[in-house]
């Protein structure tokens, strides 16, 4: 009888003691707000941001209410309006077009590569079409950041990186989300920090973080916002920026802290466990593992690999397999969206051309997040499963 694997694809590591603490210390104060804090008193929202903008690098950062929020807010303060155009992966999650039609705002999809990444070829074919890139660091795949911010520079275009699935990368040592001129990331339970859910928003613009600020509901309190612009930023933009209410809790804070503090050491126990897998089914015959960049600094909290040129039944039988077998694939070449959606063609809500350069690569991409809860033995054993089922159904198939 062949191995199964027991565990789960979904069960992520529990909040670290020290986490739990805090935010038991939050609950018995009961001040949760943000701004409801003693005199002396720094909310631990502000902490937060403090460090958060310092284990980037940014000048000023904003904790909010989640990663799509973050980028919604991010499209408003660079000065997206109703009907604008703005250009986005065809690949990625559907909270990033969804920030996008959330402020009335049209997508222009870019291709995606079969490294992964935005199609820059694409995009600079593209960059006439809109002012600004909402650019998804997808399954985080970095794209040549030097090549892209020179198309985007040539043609005027405001870049906003989505960090969902970058938090504590980098290309050549600068981290993602340094940079554009805005960098979102999420805090949900499937990214690199979890509070359930909320976002971060980082910007060395001071009057696109003093509108970020306006926008998340800052009630006039925005001098508490230590990482925040100097006051005078705000002299006309607080009487002119709605407020979107979308804040972070303390509670939430609370418990992000120490595993902002722990983050190096997790990126990089998740690369071991990439690696692992990554070297078990490496040279296995009809899959192709993808080649990281040396410039790149991942952090392998999911793999990918590509099944060129097979069928979708055969597809379709591989993913049976490996699920029968307890090692579960997200398929992006499905023709119907389950538990998620990527692809740019199931957001029906945009009249997007067919892209069949995309749909070819996306044809082929299968997904596993690798959480922390698995040992380096189980991601042996993950890539021996996947090895040996491919080979099956490669051989069958001829
Ligand atoms: C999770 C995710 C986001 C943000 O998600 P929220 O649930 O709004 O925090 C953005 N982009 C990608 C690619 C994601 O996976």
Known sequence: MSDIFKGSFTQQEPIPEAGIEAAVAVMRHGRLHRYNTVEGEVAETVLLEQEFA??????YCLAVASGGYAMATALRAVGVKAGDRVLTNAFTLAPVPGAIAAVGAVP????VTPELVLDLDDLEAKADQADV????HMRGHLCDMERLMAICDAHGIKVIEDCAHTM???????PSGTWGIVGCYSCQTYKHINSGEGGLFVTNDAEVAARAIMYSGSYMLYERHLAGPPAETFETIRYETPNISGRMDNLRAAILRPQLADLATQCARWNERYFAIEEAVRGTAGLKVIERPQAETIVGSSIQFLLEGWSGEAVTDLVARCAARGVEFKWFGGAEPVGFTSRYD???YVDAPAMPDSDRVLAGIIDMRVPLTFTLEDCALIGRIIREEVARVGSSIG
């Not at 310092?54 to 000048?59: C, I, T």
């Not at 222009?108 to 291709?111: E, H, K, S, T």
């Open 346 to 348: 199931s957001w029906r």
């Open 54 to 59: 310092a284990s980037v690098g940014a000048k």
């Open 133 to 136: 890139l909402l650019l998804s």
């Open 168 to 174: 504590g990368a980098a290309w050549k040592g600068k």
């Open 108 to 111: 222009v999809f870019v291709g």
